[in-house]
């Protein structure tokens, strides 16, 4: 469980996904395109990728891909959607400093 942690912390954006996973992939593009440089962690092609989504799901973090932002849990791809929908997406990622306008 504190691998997720410790992982979500290390930097202002952080996705889990697989390389697979298509709402992974747009969650990703979206955050490229909003000038953000997120660490992801693809479970599929991380030695310890297995352990990391048990984790999430322990601790109720569900399905990937799984964001966080300034280290705090802020959703999967339906949430992330709807943050930027209603426009608070790109300040969460500016206030985490995650991008600089």
Request: net charge neutral; charged share 25%.
């Amino acid at each position: 469980m504190d691998t997720v942690r410790d992982l979500a912390s290390k930097k202002a954006a952080v996705i889990f996904t697989r390389s697979s996973c298509c709402m992974c992939h747009s969650i990703k593009t979206l955050f490229y395109e909003l000038g953000a440089s997120p660490a992801i962690h693809e479970l599929d092609h991380d030695a310890n990728g297995r352990e990391i989504e048990r984790a999430l799901r322990a601790q109720g973090y569900g399905s990937v891909p799984a964001v966080f932002i300034g280290g705090r849990y802020v959703g999967s791809a339906k949430d992330v959607i709807s943050l930027h929908v209603d426009g608070s997406l790109k300040q969460m990622l500016i206030d985490a400093k995650a991008i600089w306008f």
